[in-house]
Antibody, heavy 122, light 107 residues
Framework: QLQLQESGSGLVKPSQTLSLTCAVS??????????WSWIRQPPGKGLEWIGY???????YYNPSLKSRLTISVDRSKNQFSLKLSSVTAADTAVYYC??????????????WGQGTLVTVSS | DIQMTQSPSSLSASVGDRVTITCRAS??????LNWYQQKPGKAPKLLIY???SLQSGVPSRFSGSGSGTDFTLTISSLQPEDFATYYC?????????FGPGTKVDIK
């Protein structure tokens, strides 16, 4: 049973870089059929897909964030990470990591981590 | 980007009611549509994937249907634990996008 857990700084100053890590347990990050995703949710608002990465390191980013975004994977630690540069108050959100499962020609997010609130403020 | 809309944005219902939530995509997404349930302070939970497949462990009162641009999530008999916000999500093409959510609360 896969479990995901986010960690990282909960408070980031404007113009700085937001950094989060997602630890994967209960399975290998190199397992076939899986990719590793970040999704965020501003307080009181809806969900926004950020991007995902395969264990090979191939990435797919939301174009709206692509210029500021880096997602990486560390197979030795069974974890993946998010870096978002030049943050503003608009980046304040609960950040979730999630497993993207690909099967039978479709794909979905399951399971999700519990989420971590990142606030951008001076 | 594919835009997702949901209706209604909120609804009030009683335990035992049949509840239907609609999701519409701005272009055809075949059956690449997923449904999630989110309770306050919690992460979303997958209910339905590929439009109509029930995720393991999810009660059978939840069902999904549709293809192309129009989709439906139905709760056949609403239970107290079902009061939550429900999101649809298209997985047909990146950037993946979510609907704005439907909040189901107690009448």
């Amino acid at each position: 049973q896969l479990q995901l857990q986010e960690s990282g700084s909960g408070l980031v100053k404007p113009s700085q870089t937001l950094s989060l890590t997602c630890a994967v347990s209960g399975g290998s990050i190199s397992s076939g059929g899986y990719s590793w995703s970040w999704i965020r949710q501003p307080p009181g608002k809806g969900l926004e897909w950020i991007g995902y990465i395969y264990h090979s390191g191939s990435t797919y980013y939301n174009p709206s964030l692509k210029s500021r975004l880096t997602i990486s994977v560390d197979r030795s630690k069974n974890q993946f990470s998010l870096k978002l540069s030049s943050v503003t108050a608009a980046d304040t959100a609960v950040y979730y990591c999630a497993t993207r499962i690909s099967a039978a020609g479709s794909n979905w997010f399951d399971p999700w981590g519990q989420g971590t609130l990142v606030t951008v403020s001076s | 980007d594919i835009q997702m809309t949901q209706s209604p944005s909120s609804l009030s219902a009683s335990v035992g009611d049949r509840v239907t939530i609609t999701c519409r995509a701005s272009q055809s997404i075949s059956s690449h549509l997923n449904w999630y349930q989110q309770k306050p302070g919690k992460a979303p939970k997958l209910l339905i994937y590929a439009a109509s497949s029930l995720q393991s462990g999810v009660p059978s009162r939840f069902s999904g249907s549709g293809s192309g641009t129009d989709f439906t999530l139905t709760i056949s008999s609403l239970q107290p634990e079902d009061f939550a916000t429900y999101y649809c999500q298209q997985s047909d093409s990146t950037p993946f996008t979510f609907g704005p959510g439907t909040k189901v609360d107690i009448k």
